[in-house]
């Protein structure tokens, strides 16, 4: 009250809301892909100019939460992953994930509410069975009882992660997703191939497993990614990029939603008021039979 007063005797301008956001999880451009000459997605530096119009126009998209699946062979490094991105944490002592955590994020995409719900499932084999049970799309159904299916509405996220220094965790890796893929063959998910552990390499590993990790991610048709969660190699650039791929695949499906919508609705047009209009205007045969009109 007093500062108040003070403010209005010395005649001061009250000060500027400043509302802070938070520039990891706030976007206003395409973030690159790991390598912009390997991927089957986006090498533009920014969205696309028409999907930012489409963005000004008054009818806005309504975006439902976009599934992102991790799967991989167990202590591959799924969580970490995760939890350095949505807690900035790291643990070196290694604990099992049972059956499936989630996270969720939210995000600011060109001015957009968009969230990522991140589904880390098992990689020990004894939950495997589990872990496919949630990456089943709509048109499956758990055949788990106890087990909530996520009905995956818009295109979902699948991210085959691998150890980069365990070879053979890269073939595990392409299975992983092969099988996630067979459960999502409704819509077609975007496919990140991620490479975790990068600090555990050295300069002359790190680039033979880049080598192949590139190959069998074009085999893939996946973008490839190599991270670590101990150091925080790319992590935010993977999230960032993963959220504003999947954020325009959203986009672009919401409107031919509604582009498919307003066609129908114009073909009907037509149709409906030539009916209503003659009705009205001359009135039905049988009325006039019944009103006794020869003509
Ligand atoms: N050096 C190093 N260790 C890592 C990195 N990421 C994870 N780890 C370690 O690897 C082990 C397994 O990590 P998790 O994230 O639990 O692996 P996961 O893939 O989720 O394993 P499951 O839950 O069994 O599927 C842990 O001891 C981590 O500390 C990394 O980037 N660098």
Request: glycine share 6%; with cysteine; net charge negative.
């Given at each position: 009250m007093m500062s108040h007063t003070l403010r209005q005797n010395l005649l001061l301008p009250t000060p500027p809301t400043v509302t802070l956001h938070d520039p990891r999880t706030h976007l206003r451009h395409l973030p690159p892909a790991y390598s912009t000459t390997q991927t089957p997605y986006s090498r533009e530096k920014d969205f696309a100019p028409q999907l930012r119009y489409q963005l000004e126009l008054p009818r806005k998209p309504k975006l439902r939460p976009c599934k992102v699946i991790f799967v991989g062979d167990c202590a591959v490094g799924k969580t970490a992953m995760v939890n350095r991105f949505c807690y900035d944490k790291f643990q070196s002592n290694y604990k099992a994930t049972i059956?499936?955590?989630?996270?969720?994020?939210?995000?600011?995409?060109?001015?957009?509410?968009?969230?990522?719900?991140?589904?880390?499932?098992?990689?020990?084999?004894?939950?495997?069975?589990?872990?496919?049970?949630?990456?089943?799309?709509?048109?499956?159904?758990?055949?788990?009882?106890?087990?909530?299916?996520?009905?995956?509405?818009?295109?979902?996220?699948?991210?085959?992660?691998?150890?980069?220094?365990k070879r053979e965790s890269l073939e595990a890796a392409k299975k992983w997703l092969s099988s996630a893929l067979n459960y999502n063959t409704a819509q077609k998910?975007?496919?990140?191939?991620?490479?975790?552990?990068?600090?555990?390499?050295?300069?002359?590993?790190?680039?033979?497993?880049?080598?192949?990790?590139?190959?069998?991610?074009?085999?893939?048709?996946?973008?490839?990614?190599?991270v670590s969660a101990r150091s925080g190699y790319k992590i935010t650039e993977f999230f960032q990029r993963l959220a504003a791929l999947a954020f325009e695949a959203a986009v672009q499906q919401q409107l031919k939603t509604l582009q498919a919508t307003a066609k129908e609705q114009t073909t009907q047009t037509p149709e409906k008021s030539h009916k209503f209009d003659l009705r009205n205007f001359f009135g039905s045969r049988s009325d006039k039979q019944k009103s006794g009109c020869a003509c």
């Open positions: 059956g499936v955590d989630f996270e969720l994020e939210n995000f600011s995409i060109l001015g957009h509410n968009f969230s990522l719900e991140m589904w880390d499932t098992a990689g020990q084999e004894r939950f495997k069975c589990i872990a496919g049970a949630y990456y089943r799309n709509a048109s499956g159904r758990s055949s788990y009882a106890y087990i909530p299916t996520i009905y995956i509405t818009s295109s979902p996220v699948i991210v085959a992660a691998y150890d980069m220094s998910p975007l496919i990140f191939l991620v490479g975790t552990k990068a600090d555990l390499l050295t300069k002359e590993e790190f680039m033979r497993m880049e080598r192949i990790a590139g190959l069998a991610a074009a085999e893939l048709r996946a973008e490839f990614w190599s």
